[in-house]
């Protein structure tokens, strides 16, 4: 067990539904990133905050979007949802988040399994 | 840009025999590299990183990995795989400069057969 927590553990909706992703952090950790593991694009990062605050985007769409609350916990969400974008969504933490200055290492939740039909 | 490589999407060993699974990587300066595990229906878990210091680096469960700067190689090993090391391994890099984010190669699934 990582300690990262993901909820719902499974998702399935309809296209054209919204639907919102949630992650608590490790105690401790700062930083939260979202990552998406579909069949066709491997393991691709979404998206990453340091402490309330929006650090890196990486292959994330515009129909998606996400945030950080003050007590760290995360937010995906993902809207306009079309049959592409069922996949394995992954949350994971690290302690800080500071660019280049971090030798932390990432660590992932279960994932949220998202069938859209 | 960086990137991973995993040339085998599956590695067959026998129980007992050593394993190796392959990673090559590509990356403006000196790399950050690490090693995950996916069991079916889980996440991942992490088992390694070489961030500077021994080109050996030693994990979780027994696995270790080689750095090897001039091959530009991060290959994971075990002396004597069991059938519960059966799984998706994947190899992934940051720079060590810039943004954390991880870039994952595409997986190897080992099989360890009894």
């Known amino acids: 067990d990582s300690g990262v927590t993901q909820t719902p553990k499974h998702l399935i909706t309809a296209t054209g539904q919204r639907v919102t992703l949630r992650c608590s952090p490790r105690?401790?950790?700062?930083?939260v990133y979202w990552y998406q593991q579909s069949l066709d694009q491997g393991l691709q990062f979404l998206i990453q905050?340091?402490?309330?605050?929006?650090?890196a985007k990486g292959n994330i769409l515009e129909r998606f979007s996400a945030q950080q609350f003050p007590d760290l916990h995360s937010e995906l969400n993902l809207s306009s949802l079309e049959l592409g974008d069922s996949a394995l969504y992954f949350c994971?933490?690290?302690?800080?988040?500071?660019?280049?200055?971090?030798?932390?290492?990432?660590?992932f939740g279960p994932g949220t399994r998202l069938t859209v039909l | 840009a960086q990137s991973v490589a995993q040339p085998e999407d599956q590695v067959n060993v026998a129980e007992g025999n050593p394993l190796t699974v392959k990673c090559t990587y590509s990356?403006?300066?000196?790399?950050?590299l690490f090693w995950y595990v996916q069991y079916p229906n889980r996440g991942l878990q992490f088992l390694l990183k070489?961030?500077?210091?021994?080109?050996l680096v030693k994990g979780s469960y027994g696995f270790e990995a080689e750095f090897n700067k001039s091959q530009t190689s991060f290959h994971l090993k075990k002396p004597s795989a069991l059938v519960s090391d059966s799984a998706l391994y994947f190899c992934?890099?940051?720079?060590?400069?810039?943004?954390?984010?991880?870039?994952f190669g595409t997986g190897t699934r080992l099989l360890v057969s009894p």
């Open positions: 994971a933490s690290s302690v800080g988040g500071l660019a280049g200055a971090s030798t932390d290492t990432q660590y």
């Open positions: 105690s401790g950790d700062l930083s």
């Open positions: 905050y340091y402490n309330g605050e929006e650090r």
């Open positions: 990356v403006s300066g000196n790399p950050y």
């Open positions: 070489y961030i500077t210091g021994d080109n």
């Open positions: 992934a890099v940051r720079q060590n400069t810039g943004f954390q984010k991880l870039v």
